[in-house]
Structures are given as C-alpha cells and as structure tokens.
C-alpha cells in the first residue's frame, strides 16, 4: 500500500516534472541575438572572469577580454600567485550579423567559444601573432565564453582583437561586452571587493591590528593601506578653532563624502565640550575677520575658472539645503575652516599636509588663478557654523587627541607614531560595525546597511587579501574612488564635468569634449601616463582646452601600471617597425600639403605650428611618438572615428585600405601610414638629442 502510494506520487513527481520542462521549453525564446527584457535589464557592462589558482576561485568583472599577469603577481586579488586558468563569460554584442576575424594575442593557451559554434583555440607565443579566425556572429547578443590557461610560471598575457568587412582590428571593445549582474558569485565579488576596498581606505589597521598569519601575500600589499589621515602638525596656522569643533563632532554634516568616523562619546553637552576641547588644542584662538568687501569682478572670474577648469565636475557650492543630483562634494563651509591666507596655500599644494588626499593638484597660477578661486570660495560660503556656548581648554584637548583614537590615524609631530590598539576586528556586529556604534565605546564611521555587509563580508573571508594586490584591479578601484569619469569620457559615457557645463550652459555653444579614457591602457605608452599622472609634463597636450589635467602623484605609478595591464600589455611592450632611412624621407613628403596628406594643417610639429587647425586642432606630432604605442597607431589613422567617434581628424582611408594619394605605394594607406610614423619618431629622436 505504502509502496503504490510511493509510486504514484513518484510518477506524478516526473510527470508534473516533464510538464514544467515541456512548458518552458514552449515559452517563446527570443530568437537568436536578443534576449528576454528581463535578461537585458540584468546585464552590466563587462564580462564576468573566473580565474582559478589551484584549489581557490575567485570572481570579477572585467572591462575587456584582457589581461597581463607578471610572473609572481597574483592574478586576482583573493588568489595566491602561480598557474592559474580564466574563465570569462558574458555577451559580445554586434549591429551587425555577418563573418568576423577573431585574433588572440600573448602568452599561454586561449579557447573561444561563441554561442554553438566550434571553439576558436590558439597556443600564444610572447611576441607572435596568433592566426585570425573566421567566425560567424549574429546580429545582438552573441553568447561568448573564453578560456585562458597562463603559463606554468604563473604569469599570464593575452589580448583578442576582432575586425569585419567594415572595421579594421581593434581589441574586443568594453561597449559591446556585457555579462549578468545580477548572479550571486557576481554579487558576492562586489561585496568582498567593496568591503575589502572600504577596510584598506578607512584606516581600520590604525587601531585594529591583524593577526601574524594573515599578514603574508605575494606581491606588494594593497597601496590604500599606506594611505594616512592628514597630519596636523601646522594646524594651528592654519585652521579656525570653530570649524574644527563643528568638523570634529560631526565631519559628515560638514562634507557629504567625509571619511574621518566621529569618534566623541557620552551626552551631546559632554561630546560638544570634547570638541571645543581639542579645537582649542588644534587651533587656539581664533581670527577676527575683518570683513573685507568682494571684488565682484575677481568673484565673476574665479566661478568661471570653478567651471573650466573642472572643479564643478567634483565640487558644488549649493546651500547646506539643497540637495546636489550630482553627488559632488561640497565646498560650502571651507571658507570658515581656513584662516586667512590657508585658503590660497591650500590650493597651492593640496597634498602638503596629505599626500592621500583625492583633491587632485593642478598647479594653479597663484597670481591669475587662485586670488579669484578664493574669493568666488569666500563668496559662496555659509555665514554660520554652529555655535558652541563652552570654552574650550587646550591642556584637556591634548589628552583628548592621545585618548580618544585621534593620534592613531593623524600625525601631530614629526615623528611617526602608529600605537595599535586592538586584536582584528572579530564580533562582526559590535564596535566600528554595529548598527548603533554612538552606543559603544568605538567610532563612528556612519557606515550605511550596504558597507557595513561588506565589511562584515570581507572579514568573514580573511583579510590576508590585503597584504597583496594587482595593478589592473588597483586601477579599477581607484578611477572610481578618484573620479576620474568626473571629467573623462569612457565605455561610451560621456564625463560628469560635461553633463553638468551643458545643463548650465547659458551661452549657448556646447562644452568642449574631454579626452577619452575607453583606449589608455592600450594608446598610451605607461611611462608617459605615469609622467601626465604625477603632474611632471611641463605642457598640454592639448593647448585648446580650457580644463587641464591635474596630478594624482601619490598613485600615478601604479595607475599608469594598472592601465596598462588591464589592456593586456607589459609596462614595456611596444612593438615597433624596423626604421628604414628611405620610408622616414617618404614619411616626411606625406606630411605636406603639396604631394602628400597635410597633417601640418591640423597638428603642430615642434615648434612649427599648425597652418589651418581652427575647427580640429590635432595634438603636436612631437608629442604623439613620445606618448603613443605603436601597436595603436595604424588603427587610429585607418579609422580615428571608430577609436573616438567624437573626434574631428579626418578619415584618410575611405575605404580602410587606401588613401586618395595614389603616386605613393600605390595608395596603400598601411604603408604610407608606417612611412608617416618613422618620420615622426625621427623627430622626437632629435628631439632627445638636442641639449
Ligand atoms: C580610531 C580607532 C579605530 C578605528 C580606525 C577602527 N576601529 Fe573598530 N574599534 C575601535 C574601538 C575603540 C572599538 C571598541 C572596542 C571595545 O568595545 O572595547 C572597536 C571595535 C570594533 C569591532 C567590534 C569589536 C571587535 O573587536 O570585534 C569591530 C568589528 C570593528 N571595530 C571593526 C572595525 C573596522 C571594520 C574598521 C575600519 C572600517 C575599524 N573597526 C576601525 C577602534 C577603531
Ligand atoms: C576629481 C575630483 C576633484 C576635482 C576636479 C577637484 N577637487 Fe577639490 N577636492 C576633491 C576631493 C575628493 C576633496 C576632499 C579631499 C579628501 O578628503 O580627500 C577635495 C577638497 C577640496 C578643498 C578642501 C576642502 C576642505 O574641506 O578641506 C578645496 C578648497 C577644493 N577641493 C577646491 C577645489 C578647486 C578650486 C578645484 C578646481 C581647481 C577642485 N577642488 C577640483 C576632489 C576634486
Ligand atoms: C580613522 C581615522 C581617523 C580618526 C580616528 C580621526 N580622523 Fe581626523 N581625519 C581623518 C581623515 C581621513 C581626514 C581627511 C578628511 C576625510 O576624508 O574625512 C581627517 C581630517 C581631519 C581634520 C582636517 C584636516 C585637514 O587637513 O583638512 C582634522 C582637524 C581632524 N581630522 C581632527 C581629528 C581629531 C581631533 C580626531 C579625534 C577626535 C580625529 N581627527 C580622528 C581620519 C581620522
Ligand atoms: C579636472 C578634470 C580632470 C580630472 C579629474 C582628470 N583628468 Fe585626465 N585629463 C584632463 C584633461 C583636460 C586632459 C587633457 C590634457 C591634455 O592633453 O593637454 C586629460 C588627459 C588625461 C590623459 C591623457 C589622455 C590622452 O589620450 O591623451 C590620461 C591618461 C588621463 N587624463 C587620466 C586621468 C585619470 C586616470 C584620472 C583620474 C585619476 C584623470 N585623468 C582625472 C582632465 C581631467
Ligand atoms: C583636419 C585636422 C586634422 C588633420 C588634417 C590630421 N589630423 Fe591628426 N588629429 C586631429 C585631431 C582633432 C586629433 C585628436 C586630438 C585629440 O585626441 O584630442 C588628431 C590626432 C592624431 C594622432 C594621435 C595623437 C596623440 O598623441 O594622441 C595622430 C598620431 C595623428 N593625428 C596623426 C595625423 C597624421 C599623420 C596626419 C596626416 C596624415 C593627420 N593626423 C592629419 C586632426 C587632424
């Protein structure tokens, strides 16, 4: 009895089984390229990349199907170095259906799959080029898996160029990759990413101290965790006692993106006389201001340089009120945190006293450019900071500074003191992570519901991560924490700065577009980036435009490095044609107008400047062979709107294979193209030799 009963809800377990099989196999499947609304919404940009190094696996999303892995480097953060394997997944998506050649590139062995078809598979030899490969894609969505296995030595490289009918090579672009967002292995990946990231920039190693086990890794630690508070040792000079005990009750209320936690205990009344206490320790006394009236003029000319300069990509200046749709910080109260004059000095060199600092440097003129950023500052200030009735006492502020948790993350004398106080943070719940810290005897970093699971997330994990890290993922963190898509075109969207000078735009003629960061990592030859990041090229590349870039020096190495390797190339990678003395001569003829191609007309060559450049200014070909691979060249000058589709340098080969020019090569635009760069290397040559 109990048996058939068995069997009968067994079969009506298969049936009722076959039938939900057979139902969705009914559901109408999109047809091949497009996907179900559901699945299109889930997609995020990038491929998802599953890299495995013996036993452990450790997922993140990637913006390209690339990647360069020096030997002993590990190739994913949570992951110890060694052989490892990758697996990426996601869609490569076309606007058209028809035959494709696919290319790898590099070290090791790659397979790729698209959709049913055969795999693609090829070995890489360091510095050959693998065969193309001919496949068929749809028109859509183009399921696409590819596997990569390093060498036995751990390290790893591999770049995958595509190209049809109507586009020459170019690496597979990061705006036709997408994979799903929305998987838990790719929610779990941001978590302990985000969590980890949080850690390292927080400062939670000031005063919670890791355990010997987990303070090994292969490779340089994660470079965020050197990064330190400002130190205050000129602060009496430079700041007003009462901003300071307004910013140390309560930094958040001063600055939206304020990362220094509130770390004051006890009543409201107790916490305030705290933070006069240590203002007047800081700061002693406060300025009389005498109030000098605005030169309006001066104020007109430093809101105009806010926005051309770009501070308005990153920075407002709306009422305490309003609410800023564009999430940027405020420099509202700054005006009252500086004493006379600091303001301007502040400017002059924002990494004095913080070398951390996300505030880029942009090497202001301190006559033409600071006075009136000062004093638009000064205008757009709030008249009031809250105003505390105690008096504060410096001999108790002191002991404050040693006993509240202050002089673990700042430095108020020459001498470095790093005191730890604490084993790892360990109750996930308490202290710095609880819902309540106001209530415990730990600060209060107002950590919203999602960084707190990341935290928590992370330490579950183990924190040995942060004691080894990769450039690409270094780049990947940083460009966001440094907003650097404040002002950057990239993947296809367009820069903050430029979204925000159209809305305001009152004159009628578009912002100017900024350069584009979508192709860094593979135009630009990594010495040159780190060189423009440390603020160390002593002109612009582009003279014609009103912003400028500033210097991020404290992580211009690593950024240049990251780039670089994220595009899948070594830091001194750069092939190049073998110089012939009889092309250089060609290459010379080509860039005139009479017989050749007339690039003088837009570009300037040393200090021959350009002869028509008005609407398309092009970028001093001096610079271009200091600043470009060569591997990118060819594909720019073929097609330099399909690399930028914003830019205005013709297209010289109408058809991808010849230029209008035909007495020279027979019109073969690559060669002409190779003859054009040897003439312009030779320049720089020179260049390199004069004194
Ligand atoms: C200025 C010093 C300081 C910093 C910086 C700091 N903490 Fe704490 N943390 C404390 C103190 C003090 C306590 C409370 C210890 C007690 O209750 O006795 C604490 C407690 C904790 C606790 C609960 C108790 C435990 O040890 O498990 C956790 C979890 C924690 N912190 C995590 C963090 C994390 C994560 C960060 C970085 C975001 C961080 N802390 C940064 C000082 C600090
Ligand atoms: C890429 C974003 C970015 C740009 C562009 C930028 N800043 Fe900043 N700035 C910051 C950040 C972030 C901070 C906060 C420093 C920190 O905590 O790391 C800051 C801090 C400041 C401060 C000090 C605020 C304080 O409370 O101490 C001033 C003043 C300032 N910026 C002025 C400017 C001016 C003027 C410009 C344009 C010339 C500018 N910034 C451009 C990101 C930017
Ligand atoms: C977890 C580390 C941490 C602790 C603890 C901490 N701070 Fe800070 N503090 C920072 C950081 C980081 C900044 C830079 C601004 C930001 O990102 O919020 C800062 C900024 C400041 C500034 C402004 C300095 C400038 O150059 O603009 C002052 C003043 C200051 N802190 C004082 C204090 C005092 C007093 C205490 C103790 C009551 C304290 N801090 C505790 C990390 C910390
Ligand atoms: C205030 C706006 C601003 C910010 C913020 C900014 N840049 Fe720039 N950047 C520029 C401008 C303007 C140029 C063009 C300089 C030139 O060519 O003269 C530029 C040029 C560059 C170039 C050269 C591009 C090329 O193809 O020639 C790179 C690389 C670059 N920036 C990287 C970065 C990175 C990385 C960050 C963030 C850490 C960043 N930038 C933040 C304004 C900015
Ligand atoms: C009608 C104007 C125009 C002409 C003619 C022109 N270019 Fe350009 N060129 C540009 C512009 C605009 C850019 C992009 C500048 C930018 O990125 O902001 C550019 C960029 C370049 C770059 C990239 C430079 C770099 O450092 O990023 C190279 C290389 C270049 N051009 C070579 C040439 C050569 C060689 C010729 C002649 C065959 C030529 N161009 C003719 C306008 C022109």
Redesign the pocket.
Known sequence: MKLRLLLISLIGCVSLGLLISYTAAQAPKPRLGRLTAEEEAALVPGLAALFTSGEKTDLRITRLAALHVPKGTPPSVFLPSGPFRVQWTGYLKTTEKGEYLIRAEGEGKVVVRFGQAPPLEWKLVKEQSGEPKSIELVKGYNPLTIEYFSLESGAGTLRLWWSSENFVEEPLPPDALFTRGDTESVQQSNLLRSGRQLFAERGCIHCHALPEEERKGSGPSMPELSRTAPNLIQSQERFEPDYLAAWILNPQSLRSHATMPQVLKGTAEEKEQQAVDLAAFLASEATARKESPLNEKLVAEGEKLFET???I??HHTLERTEKDPHDRLSLRSVWLKFRPNQLAEFLKDPHKHYSWSRM?H?KLDATKEIPPLVAYLSKNTDETLPKFKQKGNAERGKKLFAETGCAHCHQLEKKETKPSLLGKPSKMDQGCLSEHPQETKAPDFQFSPAERTALQTFLKRGTESLKQDLPAEF?AR??QS???T???RRDGKQGK?YKILEEENLTGVPPQP????T??GE??RPEW?RK??EGNIDH????W?K????A?PQ?AEW?ALG?SHEHGFAADENPKPVVNEEQKKIGAKLMEQNGGLYCYQCHAVGDKPAVQPFEAPG?NLLDASL?LRYSYYPRWMLDPTRVDPSTKMPRFAPDLKTTTLKEIYDGNARQQFDALWMHIESLSQKKDASP
């Open positions: 300069l770009g501070c990509g990153c880029p942009f780049v940083q460009m440094l907003q650097c404040g002002c950057h700065l900024m350069p584009t960061l192709w860094t135009k630009l980036t423009l990041l612009k590349a582009r003279p435009l912003s400028r870039m500033p991020f992580r950024l780039l970028i600043r």
